[in-house]
């Protein structure tokens, strides 16, 4: 371990929760992830399905680890939920629970080489499980009509029956909204701008890349890591939940928004680890110990980029 702790790579992902194959070559409603590293052209890479860019991930996450890289690996997709979910999911009490939460969906997803998920499924299941009257999973097609995931937001925060309420939106998405953003609940898990579908399917993505590699070669931020960079993995990768959104659109980087939405990424990080600011963001957010616990412990946090 360093006792300072900056990237030299970057790995940006689009992520995606559709359940039918994305267009050949990439397009507005496919995959993509940029890759920026020393002496290379910042790139592009489009996939069809989330198996095809797992795999990448891997396989590319390796090849700069290898290289002895310090990567900053970015997935567009929520890491946690609200504080309370596993609790109110039966977690027992000496457990982590953002490690059992990625175990559970690892356990509950199917998503198979054809980009098709059981997430409805699986959300129906947890609501049955966590026992509230409604919610607080929400959002489903028509065609699935699914008894206890409802298609209409219920009302928060949800009672449960053996943990506290829980709360629509976690920490990071308050602190956001309260900055002119307006990122959506995770509970949400169908329709325009769903986050909770994305987070259902790529937390066990997340849970194999930390099986995949040595426990101190690729950390999650903030919950493997805490906000002590000088627990970062030297050389390794550091994987943490981004929102492109924060930054503004632009189109001359790249014809396909999310395509020039990691790319953009790329470059905004990058210039925030050579100025220094990257260590900054990293750092703990303006909160209360009680909240910093429940952010590092259950439901992560978007990191920030400079220009939001």
């Known amino acids: 371990?360093?006792?300072?702790?900056?990237?030299?790579?970057?790995?940006?992902?689009?992520?995606?929760?559709?359940?039918?194959?994305g267009p050949k070559g990439g397009g507005a409603n496919g995959l993509w992830a940029a890759i920026g590293e020393p002496d290379r052209a910042d790139r592009v890479v489009a996939f069809?399905?989330?198996?095809e860019a797992a795999r990448w991930m891997e396989e590319e996450l390796g090849r700069l680890t290898a290289?002895?890289?310090?990567?900053?690996?970015?997935?567009d997709a929520a890491f946690g939920y609200p504080a309370g979910t596993a609790a109110a999911l039966g977690m027992p009490a000496a457990e982590d629970p953002w490690t059992w939460m990625r175990t559970l969906l690892a356990e509950l997803i199917t998503d198979d080489d054809r980009n098709v998920n059981n997430?409805?499924?699986?959300a129906d299941q947890l609501n049955a499980r966590i026992g509230a009257e409604e919610g607080p999973f929400w959002g489903r097609p028509e065609t699935q009509p699914l008894p206890h995931l409802h298609p209409t937001k219920p009302t928060f925060p949800v009672a449960?029956?053996?943990?506290?309420?829980?709360?629509e939106l976690r920490h990071a998405e308050r602190h956001w909204r309260e900055r002119g953003h307006q990122p959506k609940s995770v509970w949400q898990v169908a329709y325009t701008g769903s986050v909770g579908g994305q987070t259902l399917v790529a937390l066990p993505v997340i849970h194999r890349l930390r099986q995949v590699f040595d426990e101190l070669q690729l950390l999650v931020w903030p919950f493997d890591t805490g906000y002590?960079?000088?627990?970062?993995?030297s050389p390794g990768v550091v994987v943490a939940e981004v929102y492109p959104s924060l930054l503004p659109h632009d189109p001359s980087l790249h014809p396909v928004r999310d395509a020039a939405q990691?790319?953009?990424?790329?470059?905004?990080?990058?210039r925030m680890a050579e100025d220094g600011s990257l260590l900054t963001a990293i750092g703990p957010p303006d909160l209360s110990a009680l909240a910093i616990t429940a952010t590092v412990q259950e439901e992560g946090w978007i990191l920030p980029v400079n220009g939001a």
Do not use: E, K, N, Q
Request: hydrophobic content about 50%; proline content about 5%.
């Open 1 to 21: 371990m360093s006792d300072r702790w900056t990237a030299d790579a970057f790995v940006m992902v689009d992520w995606s929760a559709a359940s039918t194959r």
């Open 160 to 167: 449960t029956p053996h943990a506290w309420p829980l709360a």
């Open 48 to 51: 069809r399905t989330r198996a």
């Open 262 to 270: 990691v790319l953009a990424l790329v470059a905004a990080y990058r």
């Open 67 to 75: 290289d002895g890289r310090h990567v900053l690996c970015g997935i």
């Open 228 to 233: 002590d960079t000088g627990r970062f993995p």
């Open 119 to 122: 997430r409805y499924v699986v």
